[in-house]
């Protein structure tokens, strides 16, 4: 054990390494049994868990040249997608939210939510997770895959291969990941050679004339002193990148919006009145109560962790963690209900017993809270007013959807088919567009 002095070893293992049927309740369960910090040896890994305030605190204290984000990330997805997918990048999900980028892809989303609305008609049935997806996929390749990719038979091709490329797998089915590496990514492997076909044409033109081309622009330039073929080959790797390290959970959280405004009467008038920050509140609210987010950071340099009760020396290759849902949804303080007007624009307002604010999170805290919090709140704050104001939805379910009880990490994922009804309302013309809500 690379932990001094030795905290409590909890008999626990990860869902990739062994089979677990509910990973949140397994964590849960031994914190239960050996207090806020303990260790766990899982597939030879070590892993130290943190749960108290001051613990938590320090964790997201952590510097990141001590205690790395982007290396826990990466042994994390690097489970689902081939080194081939992160080697050499020149663009990263992190570079995406210049000054005027998210006018840019908030413009895209109304161009997603109008095909997606054709599509719908004026009555049907949909699954409504797989909405979202479809939704989130044409809004990101509309953004950065530039000419053609978000409409047609290529926009159904690339959404198809992309989800076979959903990074989040390795966390939503980590039960899952042997397989994966027992095939040696061929299924993976196929979809991206698949994905980079497709892509080849928009990256080319988009080499030839930057500046009309927007992001994909400029992550074509970045290849700019490649030959041809490798540019071409870098530039469409770094899309689906982007495009696969960054839409899924905003796409789960907006199927979580509005599954709980549909359970709220009230919740949906004031989202179809275009309430100012209502919507966004709600998306706030719903991505807490989704969040099963396993936060890591992989130790690369030996440090000090002071957890309140006890510091411990930490070595280099331990993985520090906290798992959100074990500390969002205290029952005895009321988390574990839904109310918007808890948040104060990004703030969490109801802390009154909570040992730390940071505690609570949708989007985290610190130095690594996520740069697309403005861009993902825009966007579930626009796509919920346009569909709820567009269209009567009706829930075939009665019980709340319950989340993948494998997933550790991420927004959750629902554990089946969530179909609603709908039907077009008779003032949608009037409140249809998306720029309907405050931006
Ligand atoms: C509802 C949707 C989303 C949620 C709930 C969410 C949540 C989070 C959280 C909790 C963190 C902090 C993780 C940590 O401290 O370990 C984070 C970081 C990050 N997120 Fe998001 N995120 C969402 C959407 C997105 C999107 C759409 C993108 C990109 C297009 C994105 C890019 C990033 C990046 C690059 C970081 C790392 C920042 C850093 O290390 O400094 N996120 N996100």
Redesign the pocket.
């Known amino acids: 054990m690379r932990i001094r002095p030795t905290p409590p070893v909890a008999d626990l293992a990860l869902p990739w390494d062994a089979p677990v049927d509910d990973a949140v309740a397994a964590v849960a369960a031994a914190r239960a049994e050996h207090g806020d910090t303990f260790a766990a040896v899982s597939g030879g890994d070590t892993y130290l868990f943190c749960f108290s305030p001051t613990g938590v605190d320090s964790f997201y204290a952590l510097p990141e040249d001590v205690a790395n984000?982007?290396v826990a990330d990466y042994l994390m997805l690097r489970r689902k997608l081939p080194d081939e997918v992160f080697d050499g990048r020149r663009t990263l999900?992190?570079d995406?939210f210049r000054k005027d980028d998210v006018a840019t892809y908030l413009a895209a989303l109304d161009l997603a939510l109008d095909a997606e609305v054709a599509a719908l008609g004026e009555a049907g049935s949909v699954d409504l997770f797989a909405l979202t997806r479809r939704l989130g996929h044409r809004m990101g390749l509309a953004s950065w895959g530039g000419p053609g990719s978000a409409v047609g038979p290529t926009f159904d091709a690339l959404g198809a291969d992309l989800e076979l490329l959903d990074g989040a797998a390795s966390f939503v089915h980590p039960d899952t990941m042997r397989a994966v590496a027992e095939s040696g990514y061929a299924e993976e492997r196929a979809a991206l050679e698949r994905v980079l076909d497709r892509l080849g044409p928009a990256v080319d033109a988009a080499a030839a004339d930057p500046g009309a081309h927007g992001l994909l622009g400029r992550i074509a330039t970045a290849w700019a002193d490649e030959p041809p073929g490798a540019a071409r080959r870098g530039a469409a790797l770094d899309v689906v990148l982007v495009h696969v390290a960054?839409?899924s959970?905003?796409n789960a959280?907006l199927g979580w919006v509005l599954v709980d405004v549909l359970a709220h009467p009230e919740a949906l008038d004031r989202v179809r009145s275009a309430e100012e920050g209502y919507a966004a509140r709600c998306a706030l609210e719903s991505?807490r109560l989704a969040q099963r987010?396993i936060?890591s950071r992989h130790v690369l340099q030996p440090l000090t962790l002071d957890t309140g009760a006890a510091s411990y020396e930490v070595g280099r290759g331990v993985t520090i963690a906290t798992l959100l849902p074990l500390t969002n949804l205290d029952p005895a303080l009321g988390h574990d209900t839904w109310d918007p007007d808890r948040w104060d624009r990004h703030r969490f307002t109801d802390t009154a017993g909570l040992g730390s604010p940071r505690l609570v999170?949708?989007?985290?805290h610190g130095?690594?809270?996520?740069?697309?919090q403005p861009?993902?709140l825009a966007t579930m704050s626009a796509a919920a007013t346009r569909l709820l104001t567009s269209y009567d939805v009706e829930p075939g379910w009665s019980a709340r959807p319950r989340p993948v009880p494998a997933q550790i990490g991420g927004?959750a994922r629902a554990d089946g088919p969530c179909e609603v009804r709908y039907r077009a309302r008779p003032s949608s013309a009037a409140t249809s567009r998306a720029g309907a809500v405050s931006r």
């Open positions: 984000k982007g999900p992190g995406l960054s839409m959970n905003l959280a991505t987010s936060m999170t949708a989007f985290g130095r690594h809270t996520c740069p697309a861009f993902s927004v």
